[in-house]
């Protein structure tokens, strides 16, 4: 195993061809990643995390106990993974993505920068986030220990700054414009925007 | 005192009972911390900054020279607390929160992931910040330095991605909607929304 | 040269007078800096980086092979920048901002904390951008490839929260308001705002 400088990795660590390690990483017990897989600086695997094929950890990122992370995707830079978090293949998170405890996510999810996923969202495969995305989980402010998110259905598409209010359902192949604060469930198929968002098309 | 692997901690480090620190920590000259403090990997701590009892800081946070923070308060991952800020106890701040230099919080405050609070935030007890919270400070674009920042009075409550523009205040237990611009001082009491946010109706 | 604790230095790093470095840092191969140039802890600097005189990169940043920064920029805490972008004199950063590959700035260009330029965006000089901005590059969603970025034309200035859209050009001396997304070019001298933002008066 080729590591870079200062690393902290546990003697148990188990890992598959071509693994490529930079400097001042961590890796804890119970950890598994597959063949091709690279971790960059800074980064931060806890226990029992696993990795698949052709996975990668960018630059100060930090997966939480008991991640999956599934073939071919790629954790960016400064983004940070929850517990028991399930992510699928091929998924692709920029920068200072959030991805929380328990959420379920995919193939094929793609989040630009700056998003966040509140605990349990379960997101299906084709789904696109763009830039600031957030799915907010507080119904009632004061109450915070009463949460509710919603379900992004596959193939449903978010343009920059969208906020999805609790509990909120987004459709298949739905879509919504950039700036938007989603209040409602959003039916298969249609386009929404506006704040707060309402319908304006049919997907053609 | 335990430790994880490479760290940088000055000789002169006071701690309570029951001290836990990751590896690749900094912790400078003349810092303080109380019983049952847990400090994660890669975070530092600048010269004379000090924490109560049960704090926590969490992974990639910084703390900068001569801040405080209160007992039970976690400050969460990649989080910066800015010079001489000092906050009060029981509060929790997510991840990518900013407290800007010579911040005052209260007690029982927190903040979602992405909060911003401009140098000079004055901020009461039982405040509720969600997901992108942004207290602003330039009145003027081009005039950066001329700076105003209002306060947020006790148990006011902000949903996601709220911005409180320069100079404005917050009533105390009033609450701001999600997607909100807050241009006007809100009164005591009072639920506001919109962009620019406007009266809505008075809590029940 | 003086250096913090546990760094990754490159053999053939080349600084001037009064280099300061903290802790945990890395310098890869190539890398040339100018005179009282400071590199907090945690920075990393891939191949080939080059930093003018008075520069400053902080802590949790990186800056990616190739880039290029001017004399008396500063690099704010947990700031990545891209491959091969050049960034001018006097720059100034402040935190979790994204500049991505290719991006080319002026000189005294300022942007505040979490704004994100897509790649090959260009900024003229003396550009201000407050917190949260972002430059969007998607003109279609699902179509991730074809990718289009406006210019931010020299004194463009904008507030907290604009979102520019894909393409979109920003005129001379133009101002945005801020929570404001703007899908048209707009005008030189002339002053926007809103969702969408419309024209609201010219410059005095």
Same mark, same amino acid.
């Given at each position: 195993?080729?590591?870079?400088?200062?690393?902290?990795?546990?003697?148990?660590? /188990?890992?598959?061809?071509?693994?490529?390690?930079?400097?001042?990483?961590?890796?804890?017990?119970? /950890?598994?990643?597959?063949?091709?897989?690279?971790?960059?600086?800074?980064?931060?695997?806890?226990?029992?995390?696993?990795?698949?094929?052709?996975?990668?950890?960018?630059?100060?990122?930090?997966?939480?106990?008991?991640?999956?992370?599934?073939?071919?995707?790629?954790?960016?830079?400064?983004?940070?993974?929850?517990?028991?978090?399930?992510?699928?293949?091929?998924?692709?998170?920029?920068?200072?993505?959030?991805?929380?405890?328990?959420?379920?996510?995919?193939?094929? /999810?793609?989040?630009?920068?700056?998003?966040?996923?509140?605990?349990?969202?379960?997101?299906?495969?084709?789904?696109?986030?763009?830039?600031?995305?957030?799915?907010?989980?507080?119904?009632?402010?004061?109450?915070?220990?009463? !949460? !509710?998110?919603?379900?992004?259905?596959?193939?449903?598409?978010?343009?920059?700054?969208?906020?999805?209010?609790?509990?909120?359902?987004?459709?298949?192949?739905?879509?919504?414009?950039?700036?938007?604060?989603?209040?409602?469930?959003?039916?298969?198929?249609? /386009?929404?925007?506006?704040?707060?968002?309402?319908?304006?098309?049919?997907?053609?």
């Amino acid at each position: 195993m080729q590591t870079g400088k200062f690393c902290d990795i546990a003697d148990d660590f /188990v890992h598959g061809e071509n693994f490529r390690c930079g400097s001042f990483v961590i890796i804890e017990k119970g /950890v598994v990643v597959g063949n091709n897989v690279r971790i960059e600086d800074y980064a931060v695997l806890k226990s029992g995390v696993r990795l698949g094929d052709n996975a990668a950890v960018e630059e100060f990122s930090m997966l939480l106990s008991g991640s999956r992370v599934g073939n071919g995707t790629k954790i960016g830079t400064y983004t940070k993974v929850g517990k028991n978090a399930v992510i699928g293949d091929n998924c692709k998170f920029t920068s200072f993505c959030e991805i929380r405890d328990n959420c379920i996510l995919g193939n094929n /999810v793609s989040m630009g920068s700056r998003g966040t996923l509140s605990a349990d969202t379960h997101i299906e495969d084709n789904v696109i986030m763009k830039y600031s995305f957030v799915v907010t989980d507080t119904p009632v402010l004061g109450h915070e220990k009463d !949460k !509710k998110v919603g379900i992004l259905k596959r193939g449903s598409r978010f343009g920059a700054n969208v906020t999805i209010m609790p509990g909120v359902n987004i459709g298949e192949n739905a879509e919504i414009g950039a700036c938007s604060q989603v209040r409602n469930d959003v039916p298969d198929g249609e /386009v929404w925007y506006g704040n707060p968002a309402r319908f304006f098309k049919k997907q053609n």
